[in-house]
């Protein structure tokens, strides 16, 4: 089964143009999701419509930061991007007329759900200031090949 990794595609995007001093453009940052501008554009999108980013168009125009990143915790991101959903595991049948199966659905329905609501619950408390922090951390212990590594070159 494949994972939705836009969650964490957006946050890569969000700490790359932390790096930055100015406006960052779509080709820029698609470079560092090794995707394409066009996909980078439309995730931005539910990011300035909630005020986390802004774009500037024209020359020397780009995506900037409209909020300290303090400001913004991860579950601000999740949402902001739609709010995908967080387990992949589902009831085969949503509405069983099988006994059996409604047990099975009743069971796993309140576990996936003490699940997601944890989960949530982590993502509100972490900011990107924190995962901002944490790759501070570990760039002074082994810089990886990164772009962000060439946002002052």
């Known amino acids: ?54 774009s500037v ?13 303090a400001d913004i915790s991860l579950l601000d991101v999740y949402e902001a991007i739609g ?21 099975v659905n009743h069971s796993l329905g309140h576990a996936f759900g003490e699940a997601e609501a944890l989960l949530l619950a982590h993502l509100a408390g972490v900011t990107l200031a924190t995962l901002h922090a944490d790759f501070h951390t570990r760039m002074k212990r082994r810089a990886p090949p990164c772009i962000a590594e060439h946002a002052h070159d």
């Open 83 to 103: 709010a995908p959903s967080l387990l992949a595991v589902g009831s085969r049948n949503e509405s069983p007329s099988c006994l059996v199966e409604q047990a």
């Open 1 to 54: 089964m494949r994972k939705d990794s836009r969650l964490s595609g957006v946050l890569h995007v969000l700490l790359h143009m932390a790096e930055f001093e100015g406006p960052v453009t779509s080709e820029t940052l698609a470079r560092a999701m090794d995707t394409n501008p066009v996909v980078v554009r439309r995730v931005m999108a539910g990011l300035r419509e909630r005020g986390f980013v802004r």
């Open 57 to 69: 168009k024209g020359h020397g125009g780009g995506w900037t930061l409209n909020r300290a990143l």
